[in-house]
């Protein structure tokens, strides 16, 4: 199943191997640059049926450091247009990008938060750090709610100039759209707060907002959370009932991930630790999935879509130490992939 296609709205995946968005916080002012058109063409030249933009900023104090990538102006669209273009007119792989807003967990570096004068003021749902010692983020006002679903309209719609087959909305680990999905760092009063359709609300309106810009050509995913790992928090039923909704709201495909919004919980990582969170949310809620989290082998990523526990394989360290992994699978499976034709002659091995 790894080589069959799949088909999203008009965009069609050659194979079910997706490089998984990984922020390389490599970027000045938001901007892509050579480094960037040689990691992402590189997979390209792998034959990865999709590759997936890293988290990229909806506005400045969206994104995780100030070396992230950025989309909130259009000079930054027209550079990841030159990485879109490559990709489209050298190999068969489609690309995506994984739109984000971290909210409270915003202005830091390595994972420890910055002073908000070499950082900025962070933002949140409601006024709870992500760590005791971390400053208290900036509660948003229902104005300013509005102004960051805007936000994210804006940047689809640049993602989609671009020339852009996916868009990815960044639902999960922590950031913005999760901290109002989780009654843990949710406590608002508000149309936003509360019960499940209030702190799902932020999302659908992003979503509806992101889908106003998108026409077949271009589909959406969303990333979550299948659960946060804590008592009374986000947890997989949730994210069930959520996927319905999504999938009712024109959403193609929910990427299913865990955890980054509890500081401190415990997670048991093994192989393919996420595999039965996508599992459940594919069967219960009947949507596409994406199941991510070590897989780092053809077979199990076969085994996986044998099963019917995801739809793609999301890979994000294995395809940093091996950017062919696709095509090597195809060479051991006898199955069909794009390679460049500047490099057929490696496929005659005397
Ligand atoms: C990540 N991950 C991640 N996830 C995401 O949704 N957006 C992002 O920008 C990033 N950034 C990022 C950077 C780096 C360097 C790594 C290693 C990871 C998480 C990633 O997409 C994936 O979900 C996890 O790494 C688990 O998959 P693997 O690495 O076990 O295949």
Known sequence: MLYTPIQFRNIK???????SPMCMYSSENGMANDFHFVHYGSRSQGGTGLIMIEATG???????TNKCMGIWNDEQAEKL??????????????IGIQLAHAGRKGSTWNNIQIPVEEGWETLAPSPIPYHPTERIPHALTLEEIKT???NFKEA?????KAGFDIIEIHGAHGYLVHQFLSPLSNIRTDEYGGSFENRIRFLIEIVDAVNEELNDNTALFV???GTEYAENGWDIESSVELAKILKQHKVDLVDVSSGGNIHGAKIAVFDGYQVPLSSQVKNKAEVKTGAVGLITKIEQAEDILQKGDADLIFVAREILRNPYIA??????????CFFPHQYLRAKISS
């Open 223 to 225: 990333r979550i959370s």
């Open 13 to 19: 995946l050659s194979n079910r191997w997706v490089m």
């Open 148 to 150: 960051q679903v805007q």
């Open 156 to 160: 689809a719609r640049r993602a989609v």
């Open 58 to 64: 909806v506005e400045p104090r969206g994104r995780i």
């Open 327 to 336: 095509v090597q699978g195809s060479f051991e499976m006898n199955e069909n």
């Open 81 to 94: 247009q030159q990485i879109v273009n490559f990709v489209h007119s050298n190999s068969e792989s489609k």
